[in-house]
């Protein structure tokens, strides 16, 4: 079975950073595109970062600059480091995963195989 488990979420002042991990089990994670993938209340899910197999990156225009992606397939482990923060960055952060997914200019299909449970961002003003 496919575990994906998201940490590291909670409440920061804007301008602050935080970082969270996507802890991934019951895959070939190596073979694996990791994408987080953000929703705020009322409004769409949004895809905010993905990272290949082969280490190709993406990243929304709208946090290009202030977040940083990464991935340690030893641990099977991606990372979310998140800087600058804004309000507007506050959402429920999911972690998908999806073996056949590809990064492109324009990111990666939010249509992932699988998903975790999601940890939430807040970022006061």
């Known amino acids: 079975e496919v575990k994906l488990v998201e940490s590291g979420g909670g409440l920061v002042q804007a301008g602050g950073s935080l970082r969270l991990s996507c802890a991934a089990s019951?895959?070939?994670?190596?073979?694996?595109?990791i994408q987080w993938i953000r929703q705020a209340p009322g409004k769409e899910r949004e895809g905010v970062s993905c990272i290949g197999d082969s280490g190709k990156l993406y990243y929304a225009d709208s946090v290009k600059g202030r977040f940083t992606i990464s991935r340690d397939n030893a641990k099977k482990t991606v990372y979310l480091e998140m800087s600058s923060l804004k309000p507007e960055d506050t959402a429920v952060y999911y972690c998908?995963?999806?073996?056949?997914?590809?990064?492109?200019?324009?990111?990666?299909?939010?249509?992932?195989?699988?998903w975790g449970k999601g940890t939430l961002v807040s970022v006061s003003s």
């Open positions: 019951g895959l070939t994670f190596r073979d694996y595109t």
């Open positions: 998908a995963a999806d073996a056949l997914a590809t990064v492109t200019p324009l990111g990666c299909d939010l249509a992932m195989d699988h």
